[in-house]
């Protein structure tokens, strides 16, 4: 009978010892083994782009292992069109709660995955929740809402079907384009003087298509939703100051700036300065196209 007292006991005492010492791992085992189906992945919608570039890509586990993947679990969820996600850092990932923590206060640098990402998909802000055992939830909430949506659709879809033919190559789809939304936007002088004036949503393509006024986050939104109605692979180039467009086109990247091709003064008629242009000659005519060649390698 003492035989089986003492090896109770023994037990009781591993059990107890492990419990003390290895206590985190074993709630992060049995939460990411018992309980995987409660991580609620991003489901893609049918603004999602699969084009992969030097700077993001899209991950599309529910875990990640090491920094790189949390950064292009992000991208891919904001890519995704998802509202939320719940995922998690596996146990090697040591940094992870380090990791997060920078990543989720510097709105700053996650804005530059809007530049990736279908307009309808890019956020105002993104928040982030998680815990001491490395689970995450992040929640997307966007700068375009269905209303929006529905109605510059219809003038994006209306000026396709009436004035874009199959005949034309991309270069001269693009200047139609180009032309389009140039005469038919003026450059909102009052938000850029005021940032905080909400006469007109000229920040974005809602306000260059239906209000008919825009600042350079307005233009380059619209031109990308053109560009991906017509399935040329872009996106935009930002600086601290200014936004637009990169496309690729007949095997080269070309720059598109549709802010400064628009004329300010009702005698000027549209130019064509900022359109489809290399990087060199971009930056011969002026010095406020700077851009970090780290992030948008493919202008390089």
Same mark, same amino acid.
């Given at each position: 009978m003492s035989k089986i007292f003492f090896t109770i006991g023994f037990i009781m005492i591993v059990i107890v010892t492990i419990g003390t010492f290895w206590q985190n791992d074993i709630i992060y085992w049995y939460t990411h083994t018992f309980n995987e189906k409660k991580?609620?992945?991003?489901?893609?919608?049918?603004? /999602?782009?699969?084009?992969? #570039?030097?700077?993001?890509?899209? %991950? &599309?586990?529910?875990?990640?292992?090491?920094?790189?993947?949390?950064?292009?679990?992000i991208y891919y969820f904001i890519n995704s069109g998802a509202d939320k996600i719940e995922a998690y850092c596996t146990n090697e990932y040591s940094d992870c709660i380090k990791d997060l923590e920078t990543i989720s206060t510097d709105q700053e640098s996650l804005s530059i995955f809007n530049n990736f990402v279908h307009p309808y998909?890019? #956020?105002?802000?993104?928040? /982030?929740?998680?815990?001491?055992?490395?689970? /995450?939830?992040? &929640?997307?909430?966007?700068?375009?809402d269905e209303k929006m949506i529905v109605e510059i659709n219809n003038v994006v879809n209306k000026y396709i079907n009436d004035n874009i033919s199959t005949s034309l190559n991309d270069a001269e789809k693009l200047k139609l384009i180009h032309d389009f939304i140039i005469d038919n936007t003026k450059y909102d002088k009052l938000k850029v003087d005021n940032i905080n004036d909400e006469t007109y949503?000229?920040?974005?393509?809602?306000?260059?298509?239906?209000?008919?006024?825009?600042?350079?986050?307005? %233009?380059?939104?619209?031109?990308?939703? /053109?560009?991906?109605?017509?399935?040329? =692979?872009?996106?935009? =180039?930002?600086?601290?100051?200014?936004?637009?467009?990169?496309?690729?086109?007949?095997?080269?990247?070309?720059? =598109?700036?549709?802010?400064?091709?628009?004329?300010? &003064?009702?005698?000027?008629?549209?130019?064509?300065?900022?359109?489809?242009?290399?990087?060199? &000659?971009?930056?011969?005519?002026?010095?406020?196209?700077? #851009?970090?060649?780290? =992030?948008?390698?493919?202008?390089?």
């Amino acid at each position: 009978m003492s035989k089986i007292f003492f090896t109770i006991g023994f037990i009781m005492i591993v059990i107890v010892t492990i419990g003390t010492f290895w206590q985190n791992d074993i709630i992060y085992w049995y939460t990411h083994t018992f309980n995987e189906k409660k991580y609620q992945g991003a489901s893609s919608n049918e603004y /999602f782009l699969e084009d992969n #570039f030097s700077y993001v890509n899209n %991950y &599309t586990d529910n875990n990640v292992s090491n920094k790189k993947q949390l950064v292009d679990l992000i991208y891919y969820f904001i890519n995704s069109g998802a509202d939320k996600i719940e995922a998690y850092c596996t146990n090697e990932y040591s940094d992870c709660i380090k990791d997060l923590e920078t990543i989720s206060t510097d709105q700053e640098s996650l804005s530059i995955f809007n530049n990736f990402v279908h307009p309808y998909n890019s #956020f105002s802000k993104l928040s /982030f929740s998680y815990d001491e055992y490395g689970n /995450f939830t992040i &929640t997307n909430n966007k700068i375009y809402d269905e209303k929006m949506i529905v109605e510059i659709n219809n003038v994006v879809n209306k000026y396709i079907n009436d004035n874009i033919s199959t005949s034309l190559n991309d270069a001269e789809k693009l200047k139609l384009i180009h032309d389009f939304i140039i005469d038919n936007t003026k450059y909102d002088k009052l938000k850029v003087d005021n940032i905080n004036d909400e006469t007109y949503n000229s920040e974005n393509a809602y306000g260059v298509l239906l209000e008919h006024y825009g600042i350079c986050s307005g %233009y380059a939104d619209t031109m990308a939703i /053109f560009l991906n109605k017509l399935g040329i =692979i872009n996106y935009k =180039i930002s600086n601290d100051e200014h936004i637009w467009n990169l496309a690729y086109i007949d095997n080269k990247w070309v720059h =598109i700036d549709l802010t400064w091709d628009d004329p300010v &003064t009702e005698n000027d008629i549209n130019r064509t300065d900022y359109f489809m242009i290399d990087t060199k &000659t971009l930056q011969s005519l002026d010095n406020e196209h700077d #851009f970090d060649t780290n =992030i948008f390698t493919e202008a390089n």
